[in-house]
T-cell receptor, first 113, second 110 residues
Framework: DVKVTQSSRYLVKRTGEKVFLECVQD?????MFWYRQDPGLGLRLIYFSYDVKMKEKGDIPEGYSVSREKKERFSLILESASTNQTSMYLC????????????FGNGTRLTVT | GQSLEQPSEVTAVEGAIVQINCTYQ??????LSWYQQHDGGAPTFLSY????GLEETGRFSSFLSRSDSYGYLLLQELQMKDSASYFCAVGGAGGFKTIFGAGTRLFVKA
């Protein structure tokens, strides 16, 4: 069974802090994704990576950056956290084929105060 | 750009059939997928359509019409455990970029 593990289930940070959200998958998937989920807005794509060291902006990349130094790990970085980044963050991975399903982690609920 | 539209809420009774529609706009089409998410849980994959027509998986079926940029998820013999949010998603940008709709909250009543 595919396992996508996000390092924290709940996180509380202060405005202006640099925040790291970590995601690890154990299936050697090429593609990895970061989404944020907000009520009424569904899942919005922040960044994705189609292979190691490769990254592409999604629809809402502002205020975020990512790092993929190893195939199994995809990190989301909030350079200077703001209250409007309070959200549920979901990591996903899949094989590099457009008909391959996304496998999601359980999410990190980030609160920025 | 890419966008998807689906109803925000649907209510149905146990044992009934419900259809959740999805219309999409995308530059480059790489299939329509459906995901289910229970409260507090992660989204899980239900189905994928790349070609026109109906795909059936047990009580769930998914339909695609590429000419109409339209698809739907059909849930039969509804059970209480089907109460969840359902998301349609399309692949674009070479298939790598997967964009989701805002989700449809399904309430199943006894």
């Amino acid at each position: 069974d595919v396992k996508v593990t996000q390092s924290s289930r709940y996180l509380v940070k202060r405005t202006g802090e640099k925040v790291f959200l970590e995601c690890v998958q154990d299936m050697d998937h090429e593609n990895m994704f970061w989404y944020r989920q907000d009520p009424g807005l569904g899942l919005r794509l922040i960044y994705f990576s189609y292979d190691v060291k490769m990254k592409e902006k999604g629809d809402i990349p502002e205020g975020y950056s990512v790092s993929r130094e190893k195939k199994e790990r995809f990190s989301l970085i909030l350079e200077s956290a703001s209250t409007n980044q309070t959200s549920m963050y979901l990591c996903a991975s899949r094989w590099s084929s457009y008909n391959s399903p996304l496998h999601f982690g359980n999410g990190t609920r980030l609160t920025v105060t | 750009g890419q966008s998807l539209e689906q109803p925000s809420e649907v209510t149905a009774v146990e044992g009934a059939i419900v259809q959740i529609n999805c219309t999409y706009q995308t530059s480059g089409f790489y299939g329509l997928s459906w995901y289910q998410q229970h409260d507090g849980g992660a989204p899980t994959f239900l189905s994928y359509n790349a070609l026109d027509g109906l795909e059936e998986t047990g009580r769930f079926s998914s339909f695609l019409s590429r000419s109409d940029s339209y698809g739907y998820l059909l849930l039969q013999e509804l059970q209480m455990k089907d109460s969840a949010s359902y998301f349609c998603a399309v692949g674009g940008a070479g298939g790598f970029k997967t964009i989701f709709g805002a989700g449809t909250r399904l309430f199943v009543k006894a």
